[in-house]
């Protein structure tokens, strides 16, 4: 599907990125004890997202340290950097909305720039990038995960690498975060920021016949919403709260008719209803499908829709509440009104961890052949933050415990 050359204005405060990637550099080793209270790990687990992972405002999954790594938070795995980025806004705002710290604001909003740098590094407006780093050359972890055929050369950034092929997981995390800190977090003129960005990314999506476009115009690898082929029912569920964000944040009409297309002719409001299969094991898809459907049902006014995406929501439940994982209860007593957080979910809840420093090897080639690279990493903590700032927000996770 062929989309349209767009020039990309410049949209980010490079100076205030520069500064901040700077200020964090790659030596944070803090980590906290599993008997200390959860306000006290949610801290020292977000110093070492800012220490660790900060990569001008872009948060990086997992990364590799020296020697095989950089002193600055370049080298691991890029692959889900949008992801995370977006739930990490997505955390500095339930954070936010919580304390009003001016510190946290300036946070989410250095955030912001990063993902304005997505989408700047592309060289195309309304392109988003999975991730990105400033090279002076190709680095190995190109070559140790996901596709190294996804990453180029930015024609609009000298001097940087970008990872494309953004899937529809990415996009919508990344959308969800924008939105919340739209609602929570964001100040009037970086409210204006956030929705041109929302409205450039989806306008390009609904351009495109609901597909994310790389800059050669071909649809992503992961990112078709089309109606006119097949997806799954996920997919529907994700691309209607992708909608309903932009219309929220912008008002334009394009986007409510884009809704009722898909609702009336392609029937993605019943689709949706089936996006989570309570059998199946695969879990990947059940984080931005929470987020998507806390977009929906605090934002639909329709009650035949809302009462779809409840429907949604119990098939989910039935799959969360066997896995026990915290996030998901307390984004279903939110949103359904029942209270299923009980005394083996607080103990769930008490005991949420971030993770532990590791070691690993990854497996490479070379013109002398195969290479074997060892090194210690960091997964980020991100989900930890997200999920205490969301229990702190919605009153499910006490300020003490």
């Not at 990637?21 to 070492?48: C, G, H, I, M, Y």
């Not at 989806?202 to 050669?216: H, L, S």
């Not at 992503?220 to 932009?246: I, M, Q, R, V």
């Not at 008002?251 to 392609?266: F, N, P, S």
Request: charged fraction near 20%; include cysteine; hydrophobic fraction near 40%.
């Amino acid at each position: 599907m062929g989309c349209k050359q767009r020039g990309i204005r410049t949209l980010v405060c490079v100076a205030a990125i520069v500064a901040a990637s700077a200020a964090w550099a790659q030596t944070v080793n803090d980590f906290p004890k599993r008997e200390d209270p959860l306000s006290v790990r949610a801290d020292l687990f977000d110093k070492l997202v800012r220490g660790n992972h900060w990569n001008e405002g872009v948060i990086l999954p997992m990364v590799i340290f020296p020697p095989a790594g950089n002193t600055l938070p370049t080298v691991g795995r890029h692959e889900n950097a949008a992801l995370h980025t977006g739930l990490y806004l997505a955390a500095l705002s339930l954070q936010y909305a919580v304390t009003k710290s001016p510190e946290i604001r300036v946070l989410a909003d250095q955030v912001m720039d990063g993902i304005l740098k997505l989408e700047t590094v592309t060289g195309q407006e309304g392109c988003v990038a999975r991730s990105f780093y400033k090279a002076d050359g190709v680095k190995w972890h190109e070559q140790a995960f996901f596709l190294p055929s996804a990453w180029h050369d930015s024609s609009s950034m000298e001097g940087y690498r970008w990872l494309g092929m953004l899937g529809a997981d990415q996009f919508t995390t990344l959308v969800a975060g924008v939105g919340t800190y739209f609602e929570l977090c964001a100040d009037d003129v970086h409210r204006k920021t956030a929705a041109a960005f929302v409205d450039r990314a989806m306008g390009r999506c609904v351009e495109d016949n609901m597909c994310i476009a790389e800059t050669n115009g071909k649809t992503s690898l992961y990112g078709s919403f089309c109606p006119d082929l097949p997806h799954e029912p996920l997919k529907s569920l994700l691309l209607l709260s992708n909608l309903k964000t932009a219309l929220k944040l912008t008002g334009k009409v394009a986007y409510q008719a884009a809704c009722t297309r898909l609702i009336v002719h392609y029937h993605y409001d019943d689709e949706a209803i089936l996006a989570r299969d309570s059998a199946a094991k695969d879990t990947s898809g059940d984080l931005p499908a929470a987020l998507a459907l806390q977009t929906l049902m605090r934002n639909e006014d329709n009650p035949i829709l809302l009462q779809k995406d409840r429907e949604s929501l119990n098939r989910y439940w039935c799959a969360w509440k066997q896995g026990g994982d915290p996030l998901f209860a307390m984004a279903y007593q939110a949103l359904s009104g029942e209270k299923v957080i009980d005394d083996a979910a607080i103990n769930a809840i008490k005991a949420l961890w971030g993770g532990d420093r590791q070691h690993g090897s990854w497996n490479t080639s070379s013109p002398d052949g195969p290479k074997t690279t060892e090194a210690d990493y960091d997964d980020s903590p991100v989900r930890f933050l997200y999920t205490y700032w969301l229990g702190r927000q919605t009153g499910v996770i006490a300020a003490e415990w």
